[in-house]
């Protein structure tokens, strides 16, 4: 059974950091492009980060560039999200999922979405 597991959301005062984790389970994902997402609520899940399966590729949303950073572990099954210089506007769930159509932007190409880890951002 796939599954994909995300920690290191929490409460954080604007200005601060946080380290998001995604540890993938239940086959291979080291071939695989991941990527991030967040949902605030009333709004529609958008993309914020993405990573080729070597990790030589990234793409962000114009909103986190310069901020965040997206990485991979070493057995390439665990994304990393580092948020750095975060704003209230950040506040959402945040999302990683596997990469398996063509899109890096689209939530539509994406599969085997996580439960999501909460991120609240404080002014």
């Known amino acids: 059974q796939v599954q994909l597991v995300e920690s290191g959301g929490g409460l954080v005062q604007a200005g601060g950091s946080l380290r998001l984790s995604c540890a993938a389970s239940?086959?291979?994902?080291?071939?695989?492009?991941m990527g991030w997402f967040r949902q605030a609520p009333g709004k529609e899940r958008e993309f914020v980060a993405a990573?080729?399966?070597?990790?030589?590729?990234?793409y962000y949303a114009d909103s986190v560039k310069g901020r965040f950073t997206i990485s991979r572990g070493n057995a390439k099954n665990t994304v990393y999200l580092q948020m750095n210089t975060l704003k209230p506007e950040d506040t959402a769930d945040y999302y990683c999922?596997?990469?398996?159509?063509?899109?890096?932007?689209?939530?539509?190409?994406?599969?085997?979405w996580g439960q999501g880890t909460q991120v609240t951002v404080s002014s």
């Open positions: 990573i080729s399966w070597s990790g030589d590729r990234t």
């Open positions: 239940g086959r291979t994902f080291s071939s695989y492009s």
């Open positions: 999922a596997v990469r398996t159509q063509s899109s890096w932007f689209q939530a539509a190409a994406y599969s085997y």
